[in-house]
């Protein structure tokens, strides 16, 4: 099935409902995820990017649909990871005179996953390609999220097709933003923006800036996955603009594993110190909670604790991910805290605290750690720690 943006532009990308994980199995798509990719009809003929190979016969079935593929004059690579230039391979057999266009360090992520040769022309940031009625401007958008990701802008439509900026994992009966239930589509665009953008917040910021100075109209953003956005397209710049400030609300989030009930015991302590102080909070336990839904909900707050128990001198085998995700995610404006029970060596909570400072999420406090099951004193120290949580959550 294809979708008309504006005469004689279309999406002709799929929807990918049954996708769970993401990157291998590195990011959960609850919702699934879709390609999108866009076929623009003019006295040249172009397509931007296409979808994962597993896809490609009904991509290139839909571009049918439209027109003979051999037709094509442009394809535009915004961005080489496989989600887009999957099906490039197939596509170039049916249209092999088309020139492919892509950004200076597309000239290397292009053929370096391709693993063919290729009819490849770079373009620079700024740069024109008339088409006929109007013009491809290419804007690069190095390390949004990779070193090679670019936008290409359509003149006289006005549309800016985003690749995997402004997009979200999200399948969907309907395209455009204004079609679809707005709490489950910002729930997938700051999940998106969490787990894949935040490391690159500054870049953000330093990019929109530069493209909303270009003042060039904009009608539709149309994205690579998830909704087209066409009613108030700029409400998803200024929410980008808005989390790349990583101004976090007050509140916590308790995250934790445990191995007989102490750790959990000391959790929920921690919880009743925060709610004490009126700061709403709330608690995962990590061996049964998605992590990327988890990290979304770090995102949004201003303080994170983290409990473990000691296992063979460190923490949880499931506390580890989130934590690497802590360090390569560079959060700002965070405190943190940790927790966690032992048996004998009881290494876990200053392993965590070392984490954090590494994390730049400074510690609010000295840990609490309980031998076996936590005494009442030692609960008492975890509603301590979370009052000491809160009032730094309120300080800030
Ligand atoms: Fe949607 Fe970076 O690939």
Redesign the pocket.
């Known amino acids: 099935m294809t979708t008309e943006l504006t005469k004689g532009v279309h999406c002709v990308g799929v929807v990918d409902w049954a996708i769970r994980h993401f990157h291998g199995h590195e990011l959960s798509t609850h919702r699934g995820s879709n390609?999108n990719s866009y076929l623009i009809l003019d006295e040249k003929t172009v397509l931007v990017d296409t979808v994962w190979s597993p896809f490609a016969d009904e991509f290139i079935a839909n571009v049918r649909s439209l027109i003979d593929p051999a037709k094509i004059d442009y394809v535009v690579m915004n961005?080489a990871?496989p989600?887009?230039s999957g099906s490039l391979p197939a596509l170039m057999r049916l249209c092999p005179q088309a020139t492919i266009l892509v950004s200076k360090r597309g000239m290397e992520t292009v053929p370096g996953h391709c693993r063919q040769d290729l009819n490849l022309q770079p373009v620079s940031n700024g740069e024109r390609v008339n088409i006929g009625q109007r013009d491809l401007v290419f804007v690069e958008a190095s390390m949004l999220?990779?070193p090679d990701?670019m936008f290409t802008y359509l003149t006289g439509d006005s549309i800016l097709l985003s690749?995997?900026a402004f997009?979200q994992h999200y399948a969907t009966a309907y395209p455009f933003n204004d079609q679809v239930n707005q709490d489950e589509l910002y729930r997938e665009a700051i999940k998106y923006y969490a787990n894949?953008l935040t490391p690159f917040s500054k870049l953000v910021a330093q990019k929109i800036k530069e493209v909303v100075g270009l003042n060039m109209p904009v009608s539709m953003i149309a994205p690579?996955?998830g909704v087209i956005w066409r009613d108030d397209p700029l409400q998803i710049v200024r929410k980008y603009q808005e989390w790349a400030e990583q101004k976090p609300a007050p509140e916590a989030v308790i995250l934790y594993d445990t191995m007989w009930e102490a750790t959990r015991r000391m959790a929920e302590a921690v919880g009743d110190g925060l709610a004490a102080e009126g700061v709403r909070f709330q608690v995962f336990h990590m061996a049964v909670s998605d992590r990327n839904d988890v990290i979304t909900e770090v995102f949004k707050a201003k303080a994170v604790v983290i409990g473990s128990p000691t296992l063979n001198n460190g923490v949880l085998p499931t506390i580890t991910p989130i934590l690497e995700d802590l360090r390569g995610l560079k959060f700002q404006n965070k405190v943190g805290a940790a927790f966690g029970s032992y048996g004998w060596s009881g290494e876990s909570v200053k392993l965590i605290e070392e984490h954090l400072g590494k994390c730049k999420i400074p510690v609010v406090s000295e840990g609490v750690r309980a031998k076996w099951q936590p005494t009442p004193a030692d609960l008492e120290a975890c509603r301590t720690l979370g009052r000491k949580v809160a009032a730094s959550v309120k300080s800030a």
């Open positions: 390609y961005h990871e989600d887009h999220h990779w990701s690749n995997d997009g894949i690579s996955h």
